[in-house]
């Protein structure tokens, strides 16, 4: 599956952005799907995952309650939801996809090309 990020952009701290992780395929319900970060000179960490069927989220306890990830698999998208966002939300956004949800980056099979989301005080 190939993975397509969009969304990223810049904005001031409390403002919102919502992500958008477009996949190829027609396999795109057979994957978990997740969302990482990375900040300049620092690895990348788990931000959300979401299961198959969407019926489960999971979150990083430093964007729970202001991001929320969802998944719309008749259009083959999974979509980060950022709210009251915060000057350290600032980073390349990741899609990736597994075969099991995962809160390592190193369970996930498929990556795509990161957007920059930058938030300013």
């Known amino acids: 599956v190939q993975l397509q990020a969009s969304g990223g952009g810049s904005v001031q701290a409390g403002g919102s952005l919502r992500l958008s992780c477009a996949a190829s395929?027609?396999?795109?319900?057979?994957?978990?799907m997740g969302w990482f970060r990375q900040a300049p000179e620092k690895e990348r960490v788990f931000v959300a995952a979401?299961?198959?069927?969407?019926?489960?989220?999971y979150y990083a306890s430093s964007v729970k309650g202001r991001f929320t990830i969802s998944r719309d698999n008749a259009k083959n998208t999974v979509y980060l939801q950022m709210n009251s966002l915060k000057p350290e939300d600032t980073a390349v956004y990741y899609c990736?996809?597994?075969?099991?949800?995962?809160?390592?980056?190193?369970?996930?099979?498929?990556w795509g090309l990161g957007t920059q989301v930058t938030v300013s005080s």
């Open positions: 990736a996809a597994s075969y099991a949800v995962s809160y390592y980056s190193g369970g996930y099979d498929y």
């Open positions: 395929g027609r396999t795109f319900s057979s994957y978990s």
């Open positions: 979401i299961s198959r069927s969407g019926g489960n989220t």
